[in-house]
């Protein structure tokens, strides 16, 4: 099945600047990559996806860029702010589609 | 609309005793999923159903584990003969088709098992 690794487990970053997390996955059958932000105590949501017929996609803040050959794709939020504070999840759906593999998360902490 | 919901959203329960959790999902939603998050780790797949498809049970961890998706909507995870290790919460999710669109999470439920 699919493996998905997701680099750095937690990040700290000064309010105002960029954060990156970044996730490789095995399986090169993937085609839908999302990306899940989690507060704490509350359920996983959507904050961006990317299909592999397109490199990056952008939405204010947040960019997802997808390297098909490398097998990585990243999640990109500049000018950060405390609300961003989270954790994010990667995922990739595997040769099936049936399945969401997902990443291990990111602990972000954004200080003010 | 209505959201994903979950019942119940904490279950305290005696190590080896049956627990049923259910999930509704949105209304026209066909793919539903199951996921196990245990304390500060990620999403662990547990069951896929779409539609009237048979699952992909391929995530369960154990025979002690089961679920059913009756009339293609409400869903029933059951753990029967509960261990220590099965105390994580259970998140439900759900789709508008396989795969292809955001899924939805329920609110979860908190499992412990004493």
């Known amino acids: 099945g699919e493996n998905v690794e997701q680099h750095p487990s937690t990040l700290s970053v000064q309010e105002g600047d960029s954060a990156v997390i970044k996730c490789t996955y095995s399986?090169?059958?993937?085609?839908?990559f999302p990306w899940y932000k989690q507060e704490l105590g509350k359920r996983p949501q959507l904050i961006i996806d990317i299909r592999s017929n397109v490199g990056e996609k952008k939405d204010q803040r947040i960019a997802v860029t997808l390297n098909k050959t490398a097998k990585h794709f990243s999640l990109h939020i500049t000018e950060t702010q405390p609300e961003d504070s989270a954790v994010y999840f990667c995922a990739a759906t595997g040769n099936t589609g049936n399945q969401f593999y997902f990443g291990t998360g990111t602990s972000l902490t954004v200080i003010p | 609309g209505a959201g994903v919901s979950q019942s119940p959203s904490n279950k305290v329960t005696e190590k080896g005793k049956d627990v049923e959790l259910r999930c509704d999902p949105i209304?026209?939603?066909?793919?539903l999923y199951w996921y196990r998050q245990s304390l500060g780790q990620g999403l662990e797949f547990l069951i896929y159903f779409q539609g009237n498809s048979a699952p992909d049970k391929s995530g369960l961890p154990s025979d002690r584990f089961s679920a059913e998706r009756t009339g293609g909507s409400v869903s029933t995870l059951t753990i029967q003969r509960t261990q220590q290790e099965d105390s994580a919460v259970y998140l439900c999710?759900?789709?508008?088709?396989?795969?292809?669109?955001?899924?939805?999470f329920g609110p979860g439920t908190r499992l412990t098992v004493t």
């Open positions: 209304s026209g939603h066909t793919a």
């Open positions: 999710a759900s789709s508008l088709s396989p795969a292809r669109y955001e899924q939805y």
């Open positions: 399986d090169s059958a993937s085609n839908y």
